[in-house]
T-cell receptor, first 112, second 116 residues
Framework: GESVGLHLPTLSVQEGDNSIINCAYSNSASDYFIWYKQESGKGPQFIID?????DKRQGQRVTVLLNKTVKHLSLQIAATQPGDSAVYFC???????????FGKGTRLSVIA | KAGVTQTPRYLIKTRGQQVTLSCSPI?????VSWYQQTPGQGLQFLFE???????NKGNFPGRFSGRQFSNSRSEMNVSTLELGDSALYLCASSSIPTFPSGGEQFFGPGTRLTVL
């Protein structure tokens, strides 16, 4: 598969544990945030999004938390599975008509 | 329903050449966005087309251009290739424009371009 990023921060988690991936965003005017998952050799896959008028949103096994005060976004994955191993990106957007800005990504490695 | 398809998947060119990449969105999707992904810069937005009109453009030189056809298929072109253009070029489709609506995007597998 292709390498998405050679020097990404890596989070190693034991299978079954919860994972927390963090992201700092830059534009306080951003009102839309997304988390993507990218597996080796594939394009990014939408996981979950959140608008700035919310501070928490839950999906299936995932929760996104938004702290606008410190411009911080986190993705929590419950009961992490080997299939969760991938690179995770956050993206911010919605400020006027500006395009999405992506973070550099975090590589999640699940230890069986 | 077929996903987003990109052709070719791999391409090798030399400096100074030009290249055209193709993207077919999910059936019914009218928005196509293009991104460049490199290890150093990560994912960077190139441009978005909706109903054959460019809606937004990222901070890339004019050597990067694109277009969208009436069937929503899109092409991007890079002229006068430079070594730094080596990257994974990703296309994403959505049913509505991503800005400012934030419509969910579906990505293709990408075209890996290597410039020698």
């Amino acid at each position: 598969g292709e390498s998405v990023g050679l020097h990404l921060p890596t989070l190693s988690v034991q299978e079954g544990d919860n994972s927390i991936i963090n992201c700092a965003y830059s534009n306080s005017a951003s009102d839309y945030f997304i988390w993507y998952k990218q597996e080796s050799g594939k394009g990014p896959q939408f996981i979950i999004d959140i608008r700035s008028n919310m501070d928490k949103r839950q999906g299936q096994r995932v929760t996104v938390l938004l702290n606008k005060t410190v411009k911080h976004l986190s993705l929590q994955i419950a009961a992490t599975q080997p299939g969760d191993s991938a690179v995770y990106f956050c993206a911010e957007g919605g400020s006027g008509n500006t395009p999405l800005v992506f973070g550099k990504g975090t590589r999640l490695s699940v230890i069986a | 329903k077929a996903g987003v398809t990109q052709t070719p998947r791999y391409l090798i060119k030399t400096r100074g050449q030009q290249v055209t990449l193709s993207c077919s969105p999910i059936s019914g999707h009218r928005s196509v966005s293009w991104y460049q992904q490199t290890p150093g810069q990560g994912l960077q937005f190139l441009f978005e087309y909706f109903s054959e009109t460019q809606r937004n453009k990222g901070n890339f030189p004019g050597r990067f251009s694109g277009r969208q056809f009436s069937n929503s298929r899109s092409e991007m072109n890079v002229s006068t290739l430079e070594l730094g253009d080596s990257a994974l070029y990703l296309c994403a489709s959505s049913s509505i424009p991503t800005f400012p609506s934030g419509g969910e995007q579906f990505f293709g597998p990408g075209t890996r371009l290597t410039v020698l």
